[in-house]
């Protein structure tokens, strides 16, 4: 028991953070996963097509050994945000002042096969499909699974999503209630096809037309397509409840979206054929249970997609719970698990706010003259005071500045910017107010 582990869900977060445990510890774990095994079926029933993978993502892969030249291969790089005009025309906010400043575009089905692959390779890890957990009793370490009951005599992490069972029973145990943040958008993807083999827009950059309230974004594939996200209103106007038909569809189209209508081919069997998924931020009050359960990734903190963070939140916990554990002597996992809740918390909540507060600068700001001077000011202020000043999306993309963090720093170094819009750029001036109010930051 000691030395065992069983963990429910082999999504993104369960094959990445057996790999990290397997490798740094002589555990054995089991892992459940509800689904078929992808790698057999080639099919795919997960929350989104492709993902946007930043620093702290790769620096979890590389801490688990995965990110080697195969897995490199997989990514496009994506070095800022194409802004597609109500009329048509295109205009390019980098992300950031530096080359190495860009995320990358990633498939979620190739990038969970291949943490499946290296999981198993470790040798020490069994992942158990078409296992569904339909109830879990921590209590009394029990495990329902639709065909048989399980006694697990080991510690569960629950790695099962948003809806995650595991997350159900400690909120449960602990007598506290889970606090889902729905908001009133949902979402649809829809495809651009690659045309004569080629990319039918700029495949190095994440194309956004935004729309104030609601946007459409695309990111690139390798096979030459795009996956569009269509984000608005669930009901109400300009809402997925107002188009009914084919013609309403069109009219939307031409109205918001005319230049993407020769793009995507298939429009309407898209849009009438697609799902409409809901988008839902997860706070879970406590993580874990004794020794007997953590939740973790999405299980512990789903956030809405606006950063491009939810995945790369989740592979930072495995990073960071790896780091603890590897100085571990002896597997004292009720001070595991609580201090990693203790550690993490603050940051899981504040993505969660950065993200909520992101979907105004997608689909608003990013069209103000306003914003795009701070966006400028701030890269200026960066380049003048760099270990002070980091611009608020490079703090949350390129650094793994702890989110918390980001956030407090990020609401100061807004007040600057708006002190000194449009005032004379005087440097000496300038460092007082800077050193006044941050302090200095390794961007590591
Ligand atoms: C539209 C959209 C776009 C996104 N874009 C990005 C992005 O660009 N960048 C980014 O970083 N993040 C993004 N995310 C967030 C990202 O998808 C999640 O944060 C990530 O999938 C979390 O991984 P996870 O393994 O914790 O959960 P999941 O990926 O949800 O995996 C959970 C696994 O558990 C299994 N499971 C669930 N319940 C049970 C059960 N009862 N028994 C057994 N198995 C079970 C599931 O089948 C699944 O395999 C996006 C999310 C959405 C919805």
Known sequence: ???????????????????????????????????SDPRKLNQFSGRSINLALSKRGIQALKFAGVYNKKFESLLIPMHGRSIHSIHGDITFQPYGNKKEHFINSVSRLDINKTLMNFAEKMG???????????????????LYFDKKNININSPIIGADGYRSIISKNISEINGNKLDYVDIE?????LTI????????????????????????????????????TLFMKSNGENSFEEIKNSQNLIQFFEKNFNDSIP????????????????????????????????VIGDAAHATVPFYGQGMNASFEDCRIFGEKLQNEKQYNWDEIFHKFYINRKKDADAILDLSLDNYRV?????????????????????????????????????TSIPYATVLERGKI?????????????????????IFKHLTKISTD
């Open 362 to 398: 997608m689909r608003s700001d990013v069209l103000d003259k306003k914003h795009i001077q701070k966006q400028k000011l701030a890269f200026i202020l960066n380049n003048d005071f760099p270990d002070y000043f980091i611009p608020l999306y490079t703090m949350v993309s390129f």
């Open 413 to 433: 170094q807004d007040m600057i910017l708006d002190d000194l819009l449009n005032k004379k750029y005087d440097k000496e001036k300038v460092s007082k107010i």
């Open 193 to 228: 096809n690659s045309k004569n083999g080629e990319y039918q827009m700029d495949p190095n950059s994440l194309h956004i037309w935004p729309r104030r309230d609601m946007m459409m974004i695309a990111l690139p594939n390798l096979d030459k397509s795009f996956t569009c």
């Open 1 to 35: 028991m000691k030395n065992e582990l069983t963990i429910v869900g082999s999504g993104l977060t369960g094959p990445l953070l057996s790999t990290i445990l397997s490798k740094n510890s002589n555990l054995k774990i089991n892992i459940f996963e509800r689904a």
């Open 263 to 294: 793009l995507i081919s298939n429009l309407e069997t898209d849009f009438f054929k697609n799902p409409t998924g809901k988008l839902t931020g997860l706070r879970v009050p406590t993580w874990s249970y004794k020794d007997r359960g953590l």
């Open 124 to 142: 020490n890890v069994n992942i158990h499909f078409e296992m569904k957990c339909k109830k879990a009793d921590l209590v009394n370490r029990k």
């Open 185 to 189: 958008h949902s979402y649809k993807e």
